[in-house]
């Protein structure tokens, strides 16, 4: 029986997002489990479609034992602070310490992480796990599709896997494919040979998306590759907000035979270049979005649109107005928006009490420039608590508090509010308020992708929306600084030229 440490530390950074995660975002989780320590991790991660869930299973099932360190995961904002870092790795480390000796090492990251101080959060958390359990004991880490994967990541692990899917519906199936090959390297002992191949260009986050092409195709040239080559293979399109050298798209495997492995990366790598042109998506602005679903959406197959640049799941806060503004000037028949991060309007709906009129001030807390809060009279239709279980593809199993939820009503627009930020990714978020999703003409979600996998099933149509937000769907419209030079910026775009010092 070995002894296995295992832990997680999940941020997906958008250095261009408006608030930062301090130690008490962990702490709280925003839609994720709050921080845990300990013999909690497995208990408190039980039944969840995360990957160390995955991991710990197929770890128990193989009679191993598991000695929890520390996991954490925060909704996706701006750099982790310095204080939130030290504090949740120093405990991992400590933990890992005090557990010496262990025959391998089990991390739960992302591989998007930016810190204060820290260009690259997880390639530095591997490093001090190394340094900690010495250079024969495996380290093997399951890594986010989105991660900017950096070389200090592939030196410092043994092995690295990441997810296959967006929206992630495989997460737990990964972790429990990284526990697997760290028992295959505990048992066979030898180095894996290893290859780490980038691509020369962003593509936003909706044209990753795996349900539809290129992507699609590309995973599933992916899984060919490995059966032939015999190699483990991944591919992360990256997370196209990140503003340091190695942001971007990679592909990288692991195997016993170097020329094997070598091979096989460089085929995908030369297929998603050939796909550059494919990347490209259309991107709707709010008014022509609500027209277009208007026209289209009918009871029982209603038009979704995607707030994608208001994304909790990217680094938006969720609060911005700019598709329901656009909603409510057409008055929309059957259309809803959610999740509307605001806690103070949450909080006035209860207050206010259901089947009652108030005048809200909504969303816009966290200063876009330009926007101020939508204000005018709304009914308050359902209060809740915000406490239910997920049950959608991708987020099953995992049991929400959102704090004070409300649904409110102007004309034929509704609007769900929360006040915990969360991505609106799954039917649960509606039904606990009372709405069903699949009864509406428009649904407007603030979401990028991860919604496709509960809702896309149920849509007649989806519409990516380009309202205003942090999270921008076209990764020129950011302002960057700090990329490698020649980096084009989305596929066929302009290349990224340093800025005069």
């Known amino acids: 029986m070995a002894r296995i440490a295992v832990g997680g530390f999940q941020h997906e950074t958008n250095t261009f997002a408006p608030t930062k995660a301090d130690y008490a975002a962990f702490e709280s ?41 520390a996991w954490g995961a925060a909704s996706p904002s701006a750099q982790v602070t310095r204080d939130a870092y030290e504090r949740i790795a120093g405990e991992m480390l400590r933990r890992l310490a005090d557990a010496l000796p262990v025959d391998g090492v089990y991390l739960d990251l992302h591989g998007a992480m930016v810190t204060e101080h820290l260009d690259d959060g997880e390639g530095e958390l591997l490093r001090r796990v190394r340094d900690v359990v010495g250079a024969n004991v ?18 410092r692990s043994n092995a690295l896997v990441a997810y296959r899917t967006y929206p992630h519906v495989d997460m737990a199936a990964t972790g429990a494919r990284a526990a697997r090959l760290l028992l295959d390297l505990k048992r066979h002992g030898a180095p894996l040979a290893k290859s780490l191949r980038t691509l020369d ?16 195709s590309l995973y599933a040239m992916l899984e060919r590759l490995e059966q032939e080559h015999g190699a483990m293979l991944s591919f992360t399109p990256g ?25 096989a990366v460089a085929a995908l790598r030369q297929a998603i270049a050939d796909a550059e042109r494919d990347f490209q998506m259309e991107l709707h602005a709010p008014d022509e979005a609500v027209r277009r679903a208007m026209q289209r959406g009918v009871e029982g197959a209603p038009v979704v649109l995607a707030d994608t640049q208001d994304n909790p799941g990217a680094g938006g806060n969720g609060d911005t107005t700019g598709l329901l503004a656009a909603l409510l000037a057409h008055d929309a028949p059957g259309s809803v928006l ?34 101020v809060p939508l204000e005018g009279e709304f009914t308050v239709e359902r209060v809740t608590d915000g406490r239910f279980t997920c049950t959608g593809p991708m987020f099953h199993g995992f049991r929400m508090d959102l704090g004070p939820m409300a649904l409110l009503k102007r004309g034929n627009v509704r609007v769900v509010l929360a006040s915990v930020k969360c991505q609106a990714a799954d039917q649960a978020m509606f039904r606990h308020v009372g709405v069903e999703p699949g009864a509406e003409r428009v649904v407007a979600l603030k979401s990028s992708v991860h919604f496709r996998a509960d809702f896309e099933p149920i849509a007649r149509e989806v519409l990516v929306v380009a309202a205003p937000g942090p999270a921008k769907a076209d990764p020129t419209m950011f302002t960057w600084k700090r990329l490698r030079p020649g980096l084009r910026l989305k596929p066929l775009g302009p ?7």
């Open 29 to 69: 989780g925003g839609g994720w489990p709050p921080l845990c320590f300990g013999d909690a991790i497995a208990s408190r991660l039980e039944g969840a479609n995360i990957p160390a869930t995955g991991a710990i299973e197929v770890l128990h099932a193989a009679d191993h034992r598991t000695v929890g360190l």
């Open 138 to 155: 495996p380290v093997v880490a399951s890594l986010d599709l989105h991660a900017n994967v950096t070389r200090a990541m592939v030196e």
């Open 201 to 216: 260009f962003l593509t936003g986050l909706p044209s990753q998306c795996t349900t539809i092409e290129p992507a699609r």
């Open 239 to 263: 997370f196209p907000m990140a503003d340091f050298p190695e942001c971007g798209m990679a592909v990288f495997g692991m195997g016993v035979d170097e020329v094997r492995v070598q091979v």
């Open 338 to 371: 959610g999740l509307l991060i605001d806690p103070a309007s949450a909080r006035q709906a209860h207050e206010v009490g259901e089947r009652r009129t108030s005048r809200f001030r909504l969303g816009e807390i966290s200063g876009v420039p330009g926007h």
């Open 495 to 501: 290349a990224f030229v340093p800025p005069a010092a």
